[in-house]
């Protein structure tokens, strides 16, 4: 299991941008995934963003080319930054990450075992 703490939300017109920040407990295995989620009421969680430990990320087609996944490990940091915001992007915010295997679907809620609490971000016409 892993804790995570997500900040970083808030309301921003359209066009603006966001970063979000899921500072995280540290990671006993090499192998890991973790990514974002979001998710908003009577909505299914969705996956956004996703980074594994070989380096690879992955972006739901809504978000590619606006958002992007990094993390600095220094820090225990997975950052989100968000460029080119519009309003169907309001939702809650979700980190997410699971420690010691492949992640065959990066995307997919079912993937991991630890999650924050979210942090919430508007985005307004």
């Known amino acids: 299991q892993v804790q995570l703490v997500e900040s970083g939300g808030g309301s921003v017109q359209a066009g603006g941008s966001v970063r979000l920040s899921c500072t995280h407990s540290?990671?006993?295995?090499?192998?890991?995934?973790m990514a974002w989620f979001r998710q908003g009421p009577a909505k299914e969680r969705e996956g956004v963003a996703a980074?594994?430990?070989?380096?690879?990320?992955m972006y739901a087609d809504s978000v590619k080319g606006r958002f992007s996944i990094s993390k600095e490990n220094a820090k225990n940091t997975l950052y989100l930054q968000m460029n080119g915001l519009k309003p169907e992007d309001t939702d809650m915010y979700y980190c997410?990450?699971?420690?010691?295997?492949?992640?065959?679907?990066?995307?997919?809620?079912?993937?991991?075992?630890?999650w924050g609490r979210g942090t919430q971000v508007a985005v307004s016409s």
């Open positions: 997410a990450a699971v420690l010691g295997r492949h992640c065959f679907a990066p995307l997919r809620p079912y993937e991991y075992e630890s």
């Open positions: 540290r990671l006993t295995r090499s192998r890991f995934c």
């Open positions: 980074l594994t430990s070989d380096g690879k990320t």
